[in-house]
């Protein structure tokens, strides 16, 4: 039973935080559930952790609806106690690196995404954070391996392809750039066409 009222509370929570990551939870299913204000989503959120502390999914929509009100050193501190309590979640993980790398902390991502990287079933959204923290210290290379191998798990991944367009044509490589925009083009299209 407490299981079910935590992931209604989740499914309420992650409707009024739309983010835009591939690999961010799935919304809910369609029904009778509207989106409620975003404050009384974040209380939501507290309550179902405190009912289920070991429930990665609600610390990253937690952390998210934090972020997503304004309140980002709130959305860096639940990310990190959410790794403390589930240190093998990785899309969990891969969250927490990019709110340090948004809030200008990358030695710190990079140390959190490199060890995402050794979990099981890292995929592709690590691989895209630890690529833009590698692109913001001028890392060109780094971030181009980074974003090669996102883009190699995740095709559909647009955001990578157009942020190795971006380290491509620093790294003089316009070819190579080229060929990632039109990938990107055609990826995002799809997304567009998909209703994403």
Not at 83 to 100: F, I, M
């Amino acid at each position: 039973m407490r299981r079910i009222f935590c992931s209604t509370i989740l499914a309420v929570a992650v409707a009024a935080c739309r983010p835009g990551a591939g690999d961010a939870p799935a919304p809910p299913p369609a029904g009778p559930a509207t989106e409620i204000p975003l404050e009384d989503a974040r209380e939501q959120a507290r309550e179902a952790l405190r009912l289920a502390p070991e429930d990665g999914a609600a610390w990253l929509a937690l952390s998210q609806l934090e972020a997503r009100a304004g309140a980002y050193d709130e959305a860096v501190a639940a990310a990190a106690e959410g790794v403390r309590q589930v240190p093998g979640d990785v899309k969990l993980r891969s969250w927490y690196g990019e709110t340090l790398m948004k809030r200008g902390r990358r030695a710190e991502a990079e140390e959190v995404l490199r060890q995402t990287l050794e979990l099981d079933g890292a995929g592709a959204y690590p691989r895209y954070v630890l690529g833009l923290v590698y692109l913001g210290d001028g890392r060109l290379e780094e971030a181009r391996r980074q974003l090669e191998a996102a883009t190699a798990l995740q095709a559909s991944a647009h955001e990578a392809w157009y942020q190795l367009a971006v380290v491509c044509e620093r790294l003089g490589d316009l070819d190579a750039r080229d060929r990632a925009l039109e990938e990107f083009a055609r990826r995002y299209r799809q997304r567009l066409g998909a209703g994403g």
